[in-house]
């Protein structure tokens, strides 16, 4: 990997921490856990916003700005595969336990540091017990990734 070039994961959880900071709609501080394994970095972050009324106009803000700065990391060297979530689920073991209400997913290739990311930006729902509501930010990357070996 080009020493120039940051890790996208760094970068984007930096950049919200940098918008959200302060952020007085916010219930509880922002906290970002990062695991690194080999070539995979995994950065993870749950948003809980103290009136659930404001989830929908923060999935669109955050993804935004979770837009942009794949956007400046990529430059015009890499793609970016954009879905929109409608609703979804999150199951484990065949047992479903949240919700999907909405969100964003970006697919990403970094042809400069030859790294496939994928970035979630959802906004979840508590299927048991409080019905709690938040924005799940996870950001999956993985470098020097086999599909760029020719």
Request: negative net charge.
């Amino acid at each position: 990997m080009d020493q120039k070039h940051g890790f996208l994961s760094s970068e984007i959880s930096a950049g919200i921490k940098d918008v959200l900071n302060g952020d007085l709609r916010l219930s509880e501080s922002l906290k970002f856990k990062r695991k690194e394994k080999g070539n995979a970095v995994i950065v993870t972050t749950n948003i809980y916003l103290k009136e659930k009324s404001e989830l929908y106009e923060f999935v669109s803000q955050i993804s935004s700005v979770v837009e942009s700065i794949i956007k400046k990391h990529l430059a015009l060297n890499g793609e970016i595969i954009k879905l929109s979530i409608e609703r979804g689920m999150v199951s484990d073991r065949e047992e479903v336990w949240f919700e999907i209400v909405e969100g964003m997913v970006f697919e990403v290739y970094c042809f400069t540091c030859r790294s496939i990311s994928f970035v979630r930006v959802l906004h979840e729902k508590q299927l048991y017990g409080e019905k709690n509501e938040w924005i799940s930010l996870d950001i999956d990357e993985y470098l020097d990734s086999q599909w760029f070996k020719e």
